[in-house]
């Protein structure tokens, strides 16, 4: 039987797995919560609610109908995604399987506003170890996180190279981290360098010199595990077609994570064409 994973159960996402789960695609969404739905107190805007409905309750509502069809739901966070004879969706301790996939994560911050990060992405600054580890062969490098995320790329990277740092920005660290990586807990004030990055200041004062940032910010968000299959990505959004799919073959993307009208029936939309091209893709 055909193997689809959502990762992301907010309205794109159950929307996605409810198209597939009717058309006998062995549908697992893969989410760590709510997502946006979570901050969402009243809603009023919504087909069919004539009484406000909260978020959490229309998050409730929707996996429940989406369950009672068969659709497996997985508590986790994903920390990657790679492509090879399949799709492998990675957790913190699981690595899961599947024929076709689709990205509704939502919309999130790619990495926190820092100077010249933007400038020396792809001359230094990656979004993606295990595509660009490779480059930093025995070299500085730092990775920019504080949870689950960043432990992911400090083990993609530990391999290739032993000067591994890790920057938290001054954020809370939310994860086990191995002894052996060095924290910094600073805040940064640039990334600096000349046509590539060489170093990153801090606001105290600080400055350590680098020839890699791998950026792993808080959850990987939609742009950041898109980019690691090599997708096309515009900003904080993905490239799709009107019918969701991505430019790699068997990769689609619903929800807010492409961007336009940031709202649920939009969401419930995508959700809708990404699931029908999932299984057309699957029964092709
Ligand atoms: C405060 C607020 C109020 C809003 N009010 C309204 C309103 O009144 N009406 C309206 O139409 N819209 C409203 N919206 C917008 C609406 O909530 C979003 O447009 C909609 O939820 C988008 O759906 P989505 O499925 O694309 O993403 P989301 O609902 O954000 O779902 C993303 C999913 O991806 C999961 N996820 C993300 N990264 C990972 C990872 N690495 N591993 C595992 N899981 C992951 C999340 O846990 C979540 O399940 C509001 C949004 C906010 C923030």
Redesign the pocket.
């Given at each position: 039987m055909e193997r689809l994973i959502i990762?992301?159960?907010?309205?794109?996402?159950v929307s996605a797995a409810l198209y597939a789960v009717r058309a006998g695609i062995k549908t697992t969404v893969?989410?760590?919560?709510?997502?946006?739905?979570e901050?969402?107190e009243?809603?009023e805007?919504?087909y069919g609610f004539p009484e406000i409905i909260s978020?959490k309750e229309l998050h409730e509502r929707g996996i429940a109908g989406a369950k009672r069809l068969g659709v497996e739901f997985l508590t986790?966070?994903?920390v990657s995604v790679e492509k090879s004879d399949a799709f492998y969706v990675k957790t913190p301790d699981k690595l899961l399987a599947a024929d076709a996939l689709i990205l509704?994560?939502?919309v999130?911050k790619l990495a926190p506003e820092i100077q010249g990060l933007e400038e020396f992405e792809g001359r230094g600054v990656s979004y993606c170890a295990i595509c660009d580890g490779f480059f930093f062969k025995e070299r500085r490098v730092a990775v920019l996180g504080t949870g689950e995320n960043a432990i992911n790329e400090i083990n993609e990277l530990k391999n290739i190279t032993s000067d591994i740092t890790l920057l938290t920005n001054g954020d809370e660290i939310t994860a086990e981290f191995p002894d052996w990586v060095n924290i910094i807990s600073d805040e940064i004030e640039a990334v600096r360098g000349t046509g590539k990055i060489s170093s990153v200041s801090f606001k105290n004062g600080q400055t350590i010199s680098l020839d890699g940032l791998f950026i792993a910010y808080k959850?990987?968000?939609s742009t950041a595990?898109a980019k690691k299959l090599g997708a096309k990505t515009d900003g904080r959004f993905i490239w799709t077609d009107e019918e969701m799919n991505t430019n790699i073959s068997g990769l689609f993307a619903?929800?807010?994570?492409r961007g336009g009208l940031?709202?649920?029936?939009k969401?419930v939309y995508d959700g809708a064409a990404a699931g029908t091209s999932a299984v057309k893709y699957l029964k092709k």
């Open positions: 990762i992301g159960s907010g309205p794109a996402g893969v989410s760590r919560g709510a997502g946006a739905l901050k969402t009243k809603i805007n919504y978020g986790d966070e994903v509704a994560t939502g999130s959850t990987a968000g595990l619903a929800g807010d994570c940031l709202q649920i029936s969401a």
